[in-house]
């Protein structure tokens, strides 16, 4: 798989990180970090901004915290802290179920896809092959084909 490319995105991106990308590039996954280590760059550079949801808080958090791997915790607070958290609010829980219901997405991924649009990100950046049937968002990291409306 090729690293995520940034071509044709506006200038100051906002692209809401899924949880997959985050968990590789900071545990440097000897697969798929290289893929994703182009948005963190553009980040560090200060070409994009970077969102996540409090859903993402919570999963890349269990790793380290159910390891007692606090060094490794504090890697990715330290990481997150910079980026802009999307709350899950009532508004965001129903366009989830929405989504949900209409294009058999997980919850979580439902959750962040309602809340990629809520933000008006340009983008959401994820390896998971379920964000495939999204028609109104665009998504990165992935090969996708839009099927649902």
């Known amino acids: 798989m090729e690293p995520v490319s940034l071509d044709g995105l ?14 590789y590039v900071l545990e440097e996954h000897p697969e798929f970090a290289a893929i994703f280590r182009p ?13 996540v949801t409090t859903v993402t808080l919570a999963e890349v958090l269990i ?11 504090e890697r990715y607070r330290a990481t997150l802290k910079s980026w802009f958290v999307v709350d899950l609010d ?13 294009c058999r997405l997980k919850l979580a991924d439902a959750v962040q896809a309602a809340s990629a649009l809520a933000v008006g990100a340009d983008a959401l950046v994820t390896h ?3 964000f495939s049937a999204l028609h ?12 649902c409306e």
């Open 128 to 130: 998971d092959r379920d």
């Open 39 to 51: 948005v963190f760059e553009a980040h560090d550079e200060g070409l994009v901004r970077l969102a």
């Open 63 to 73: 790793g380290p915290l159910g390891a007692r791997d606090e060094v490794l915790a």
């Open 136 to 147: 109104d968002l665009r998504v990165l990291g992935v090969e996708t084909k839009n099927s």
């Open 90 to 102: 009532a508004e965001i829980a129903e366009s989830a179920a929405r989504l949900r219901a209409a």
């Open 10 to 23: 506006p200038e100051n991106a906002l692209l809401l990180i899924d949880s997959a990308p985050i968990i």
